[in-house]
């Protein structure tokens, strides 16, 4: 029985991966693609963005048919200005393919696949899917926004910057005499970002011989690690206690800068080990594995991501660090697909995008220019990539050659040239919002409702605030056209002031943005999109839309039994034409809600179907001729 594969890359550049596989510079990926096909001009649901179309690649279904219509939701009855977080698998309509094919007897393995927690598997294998990282949480909770488990990454050092956390050296030496130290120093760990309070925070205390780390545990007695300049850590685990009781956590340091006088410590964020925290199904799943020896870490990686575009750290640094993630994933995959019984699997790695939207201005400006300082983003998207290759390579090597693999992304990225507009301003200016906004942050803090007429919402939405739907409304349903009319104008007569060009590539009612997938009770009253040259990497553009560097189409490469061999697919092949294909491909019953077509011009043979159907028929009909001529056989035997 043929095995399906699943990989998926978040925002992606799908040129720009095709040229570098070409060049030799991703082995695995080249391979797929030699012996498979690369769909050009793979189109994604609008939003592009990542709960919806990740949705959409494992149910077949457009957004208004599952009902994740953004990054976040919007029900009926809440306030037009709260929204959570749409990764709540409870909030899918649509059934999932792996719970289709949970009926017919296949089991599945899906790993960190956003909007996929909690798990709607009976069977099978079910990791992470409460963010778009494990260890982090984006499902709505009271008091929570985006939370990790213990600890966001942090630069310690002896050097006073706002942005770093201290080490402190300490004139007591004795305790560390043994190892040749010179100087000793306690970090006294922080907790960044962590969704519990640190009950008991814990301290890590170093010895310093030259450009040697010596690190030891809290009463100075266990060494956890020793490491040079420019060195890493292996794994070290610990044991917090949290305002929800008592969790094991993971991390990994790297020697920045050392000598008697200075230190500078990378730290990774702290995973919590924990399956209250790395949410698994079945739970037991993490009892097999020893984490002291495990590849890599669970990371909550996206502080890593920001502390890169900030300068915290350098791009050698990041890769290494991103690494450790995608070395996780690749071993939690391959040993599940190793040691447990499975059909189908299913993952999804981040990397793109948290790297797109901390630096994509940098490689616009890189595609312009000869500035050395420039190109070193350059080689960032170059090492990521190649980071996703050996993570891609690792995971298909755990798998037979028969198996069916699929490469895809929710979405691509672009980079633009102008500054975005405010849709809250253009409508407060033309007399349809009333807010007030912090003067030092930008944000809103205050609506008055009672002069609201309409509020933007979730990068593409805009809503009437209507009488009788809406907690605050006050537009009078037979109004309900006319200020939509209204809001369709100001939207198409703004004139951006700084480049005099007209942000606003359109805005339609919900009745016509049927044509794009949505329709529903989740989606505005008035859909728009931007035109590509204005900022965002990705969002409130059409899936055809390209600017400067990159393009929001989506990666799409298929290959295994019966897929063509190094072929383009020219036509347009829609993330909705995924699990048609797939289930056609594997006989697995079609998902209830899924709205996409087979794609037949991947395919060595069109009529793959068909051909073994007609042998069945032939079968069965000379099978049916034989028994006839038996039953009218003028002699008897007895």
Same mark, same amino acid.
């Given at each position: 029985?043929?095995?399906?594969?699943?990989?998926?890359?978040?925002?992606?550049?799908?040129?720009?991966?095709?040229?570098?596989?070409?060049?030799?510079?991703?082995?695995?990926?080249?391979?797929?693609?030699?012996?498979?096909?690369?769909?050009?001009?793979?189109?994604?649901?609008?939003?592009?963005?990542?709960?919806?179309?990740?949705?959409?690649?494992?149910?077949?279904?457009?957004?208004?048919?599952?009902?994740?219509?953004?990054?976040?939701?919007?029900?009926?009855?809440?306030?037009?200005?709260?929204?959570?977080?749409?990764?709540?698998?409870?909030?899918?309509?649509?059934?999932?393919?792996?719970?289709?094919?949970?009926?017919?007897?296949?089991?599945?393995?899906?790993?960190?696949?956003?909007?996929?927690?909690?798990?709607?598997?009976?069977?099978?294998?079910?990791?992470?899917?409460?963010?778009?990282?494990?260890?982090?949480?984006?499902?709505?909770?009271?008091?929570?926004?985006?939370?990790?488990?213990?600890?966001?990454?942090?630069?310690?050092?002896?050097?006073?910057? &706002?942005?770093?956390?201290?080490?402190?050296?300490?004139?007591?030496?004795?305790?560390?005499?043994?190892?040749?130290?010179? #100087?000793?120093?306690?970090?006294?760990?922080?907790?960044?970002?962590?969704?519990?309070?640190?009950?008991?925070?814990?301290?890590?205390? !170093?010895?310093? #011989?030259?450009?040697?780390?010596?690190?030891?545990?809290?009463?100075?007695?266990?060494?956890?690690?020793?490491?040079?300049?420019?060195?890493?850590?292996?794994?070290?685990?610990?044991?917090?206690?949290?305002?929800?009781?008592?969790?094991?956590?993971?991390?990994?340091?790297?020697?920045?800068?050392?000598?008697?006088?200075?230190?500078?410590?990378?730290?990774?964020?702290?995973?919590? !080990?924990?399956? #209250?925290?790395?949410?698994?199904? &079945?739970?037991?799943?993490?009892?097999?594995?020893?984490?002291?020896?495990?590849?890599?870490?669970?990371?909550?990686?996206?502080?890593?991501?920001?502390?890169?575009?900030?300068?915290?750290?350098?791009?050698?640094?990041?890769?290494?660090?991103?690494?450790?993630?995608?070395?996780?994933?690749?071993?939690?995959?391959?040993?599940?697909?190793?040691?447990?019984?499975?059909?189908?699997?299913?993952?999804?790695?981040?990397?793109?995008?948290?790297?797109?939207?901390?630096?994509?201005?940098?490689?616009?400006?890189?595609?312009?220019?000869?500035? &050395?300082?420039?190109?070193?983003?350059?080689?960032?998207?170059?090492?990521?990539?190649?980071?996703?290759?050996?993570?891609?390579?690792?995971?298909?090597?755990?798998?037979?050659?028969?198996?069916?693999?699929?490469?895809?992304?929710?979405?691509?990225?672009?980079?633009?040239?102008? #500054?975005?507009?405010?849709?809250?301003?253009? !409508?407060?200016?033309?007399?349809?919002?009333?807010?007030?906004?912090?003067?030092?942050?930008?944000?809103?803090?205050?609506?008055?409702?009672?002069?609201?007429?309409?509020?933007?919402?979730?990068?593409?939405?805009?809503?009437?605030?209507?009488?009788?739907?809406?907690?605050?409304?006050?537009?009078?349903?037979?109004?309900?056209?006319?200020?939509?009319?209204?809001?369709?104008?100001?939207?198409?007569?703004?004139?951006?002031?700084?480049?005099?060009?007209?942000?606003?590539?359109?805005?339609?009612?919900?009745?016509?943005?049927?044509?794009?997938?949505?329709?529903?009770?989740?989606?505005?009253?008035?859909?728009?999109?931007?035109?590509?040259?204005?900022?965002?990497?990705?969002?409130?553009?059409?899936?055809?839309?390209?600017?400067?560097?990159?393009?929001?189409?989506?990666?799409?490469?298929?290959?295994?039994?019966?897929?063509?061999?190094?072929?383009?697919?020219?036509?347009?092949?829609?993330?909705?034409?995924?699990? &048609?294909?797939?289930?056609?491909?594997?006989?697995?019953?079609?998902?209830?809600?899924?709205?996409?077509?087979?794609?037949?011009?991947?395919?060595?043979?069109?009529? !793959?179907?068909?051909?073994?159907?007609?042998?069945?028929?032939?079968?069965?009909?000379?099978?049916?001729?034989?028994?006839?001529?038996?039953?009218?056989?003028?002699?008897?035997?007895?």
């Amino acid at each position: 029985m043929t095995k399906l594969i699943v990989i998926g890359f978040d925002a992606p550049i799908p040129q720009r991966v095709y040229e570098l596989a070409i060049k030799g510079e991703l082995p695995n990926i080249l391979k797929l693609i030699r012996n498979g096909v690369y769909c050009e001009n793979c189109l994604v649901p609008y939003p592009t963005i990542t709960p919806p179309n990740w949705t959409t690649i494992v149910t077949g279904a457009w957004p208004g048919t599952h009902g994740i219509t953004g990054f976040d939701l919007h029900k009926p009855g809440m306030p037009l200005n709260q929204t959570y977080q749409a990764f709540d698998s409870r909030d899918c309509l649509s059934e999932y393919i792996w719970e289709t094919a949970e009926k017919v007897g296949r089991k599945s393995i899906i790993l960190n696949w956003p909007s996929s927690w909690p798990p709607r598997i009976k069977e099978g294998y079910h990791i992470g899917g409460a963010g778009v990282a494990l260890n982090e949480w984006r499902i709505a909770k009271p008091g929570y926004g985006v939370c990790v488990c213990l600890a966001n990454g942090q630069i310690y050092s002896t050097e006073i910057d &706002p942005l770093f956390s201290p080490i402190e050296f300490e004139e007591n030496i004795g305790w560390c005499s043994k190892y040749g130290c010179r #100087r000793v120093a306690r970090i006294d760990l922080k907790y960044s970002g962590s969704k519990y309070e640190i009950k008991s925070p814990k301290s890590i205390y !170093l010895g310093i #011989r030259g450009k040697h780390i010596y690190l030891f545990d809290e009463n100075r007695e266990k060494l956890l690690a020793e490491i040079d300049e420019g060195g890493w850590t292996k794994n070290i685990l610990m044991d917090f206690d949290t305002s929800d009781g008592l969790r094991r956590g993971g991390f990994r340091i790297k020697a920045l800068k050392v000598s008697e006088d200075s230190i500078k410590l990378f730290f990774t964020p702290i995973a919590s !080990l924990d399956v #209250r925290d790395l949410p698994a199904y &079945p739970e037991n799943i993490f009892n097999e594995i020893d984490f002291e020896k495990m590849d890599g870490l669970p990371m909550p990686s996206h502080s890593i991501y920001r502390m890169f575009g900030m300068g915290l750290i350098d791009v050698d640094t990041w890769l290494e660090a991103i690494d450790i993630e995608h070395q996780w994933l690749a071993f939690i995959a391959s040993y599940l697909m190793k040691n447990k019984d499975w059909d189908l699997f299913f993952m999804h790695a981040h990397c793109p995008d948290w790297s797109y939207h901390q630096f994509m201005r940098k490689l616009y400006e890189a595609s312009k220019s000869t500035d &050395p300082v420039l190109k070193e983003y350059v080689r960032a998207e170059i090492g990521f990539y190649k980071s996703l290759d050996r993570m891609v390579g690792k995971i298909i090597n755990s798998c037979s050659e028969e198996s069916l693999k699929i490469i895809v992304s929710d979405h691509g990225a672009k980079s633009s040239e102008y #500054r975005r507009p405010s849709i809250f301003k253009i !409508l407060a200016d033309n007399g349809l919002a009333s807010y007030k906004v912090d003067p030092d942050t930008g944000r809103i803090i205050e609506v008055d409702w009672s002069k609201t007429y309409a509020w933007p919402q979730r990068a593409i939405h805009i809503y009437v605030n209507l009488k009788g739907r809406d907690p605050n409304g006050i537009v009078d349903p037979k109004d309900y056209d006319k200020i939509r009319d209204k809001i369709i104008d100001v939207l198409y007569s703004y004139i951006d002031p700084e480049t005099g060009r007209r942000p606003i590539l359109f805005a339609i009612k919900k009745e016509d943005a049927r044509i794009l997938g949505l329709y529903g009770d989740r989606i505005g009253d008035i859909i728009y999109a931007l035109n590509p040259e204005f900022s965002g990497e990705h969002g409130t553009f059409l899936p055809t839309a390209e600017y400067g560097v990159g393009s929001l189409k989506g990666l799409l490469i298929f290959s295994g039994p019966n897929i063509k061999k190094n072929f383009i697919l020219k036509r347009n092949a829609w993330l909705t034409d995924i699990v &048609p294909t797939i289930c056609y491909l594997l006989d697995i019953p079609i998902p209830k809600d899924t709205e996409g077509g087979i794609l037949y011009q991947i395919f060595e043979d069109p009529n !793959l179907k068909l051909n073994e159907l007609n042998k069945l028929r032939n079968a069965v009909n000379k099978l049916k001729n034989a028994l006839e001529k038996e039953r009218y056989l003028t002699h008897k035997y007895y």
